[in-house]
């Protein structure tokens, strides 16, 4: 599959494919931008139907991260890497190792992390043959980023129902959730107790029927949710939920959720603007993990500055949703000009 020609491929730096026979690993890793430092992006472990559909994913991906850091003013670059393996049946101990081999092999320009299909634990063994790994937790406590991600989309969700609903109060808030997996159900439980409703969906009908009975929420098919009478639609699963034909069906007349790349495609962000739907830039609202793992590279780690950081996500979607209101543009081209000036030197 050619790289420089790949409609997603957008001037990356380096792009690493890797294979080991012996534990069957076949990952790609790709380094999007180092200008602000060292890229930082998690590992996916999927079952990509295709090679070609995995270096999609992963150039689409890595951009994210570099403007997720920048809007987030950290000192990172953008990065990700993926496996092609079904993280159920063909992840083991030895692939993992490999891939800590691989992402040793590119001398710290690269640091991976937890993401879909990989968990603290799986950091932990790739942390045998790599030093460039990061949520493995701090002073004992966890490295799951997936709290500080959904709190970061809970602060991103506030600043949204202020500009597009003119609330500032989720109490009675109808929000629909599509994935309640880790992320996903923290910020369930989180708007649960500032006294939103919830409607709910997910491939994995346990899942979602044990946290419908917590929070009492209600529980839709995952092909009826956008049809939800709601509020707020909060795209929490993979990738590309927001198509063409989702957004006219689309009754909330705002989105805000913890997924990567919710559209389809970037002309996707001017539908939603025609509709009068208010689009909240995914990676703006999700960068709470890597704000958290960044503080963890630090020598001066405190929960509560770790916290006020992610809170300034809110802040950061004022800016941008005032600039979209007032040049009349999506929020989403106005975040990606922020993120630019940031990480691109003035001309």
Request: contains cysteine; proline residues 5%; glycine residues 10%.
């Amino acid at each position: 599959m050619p790289v420089f020609d790949h409609p997603e491929f957008d001037h990356h730096q380096q792009v690493v494919h890797g294979c080991d026979e012996a534990s069957g690993l076949r990952a790609i890793i790709a380094i999007h931008d180092t200008r602000r430092g060292p890229a930082l992006g998690g590992l996916r472990i999927y079952p990509y139907a295709s090679e070609a559909d995995a270096l999609t994913d992963v150039l689409r991906l890595s951009r994210g991260m570099t403007y997720k850091s920048a809007l987030a003013d950290l000192p990172l670059g953008g990065g990700k890497a993926v496996i092609i393996a079904d993280p159920r049946r063909d992840k083991t101990p030895d692939m993992l190792r490999a891939m800590g081999r691989l992402v040793e092999s590119l001398g710290g320009r690269y640091i991976t992390a937890e993401d879909s299909g990989s968990s603290e634990a799986d950091m932990r063994i790739i942390a045998e043959t790599t030093a460039h790994v990061g949520g493995l937790g701090h002073d004992g406590a966890s490295g799951d980023p997936s709290p500080f991600t959904a709190h970061g989309v809970f602060c991103a969700l506030k600043s949204a129902v202020r500009h597009g609903l003119d609330r500032s109060d989720l109490a009675g808030l109808r929000v629909a959730i599509q994935g309640v997996g880790h992320v996903g159900a923290h910020l369930a439980r989180q708007l649960h107790d500032a006294g939103a409703s919830l409607v709910l969906t997910d491939v994995d009908r346990d899942a979602v029927g044990r946290l419908a009975d917590e929070l009492g929420a209600d529980v839709v098919a995952p092909d009826a949710i956008v049809d939800a009478d709601v509020d707020v639609f909060a795209p929490c699963a993979m990738g590309a939920a927001l198509s063409p034909q989702v957004v006219q069906r689309l009754k909330a007349p705002v989105v805000c959720g913890a997924a990567n790349n919710q559209l389809a495609s970037p002309e996707v962000a001017e539908r939603l603007k025609e509709r009068g739907i208010l689009y909240t830039p995914d990676y703006v609202a999700n960068a709470g993990g890597v704000i958290e793992i960044a503080w963890q590279r630090r020598g001066d780690y405190r929960r509560e500055d770790v916290m006020r950081h992610i809170e300034g996500i809110g802040t950061t979607l004022d800016a941008i949703f005032e600039r979209a209101l007032r040049e009349h543009r999506s929020p989403a081209l106005v975040a990606d000009d922020l993120a630019r000036e940031r990480f691109r030197p003035a001309p």
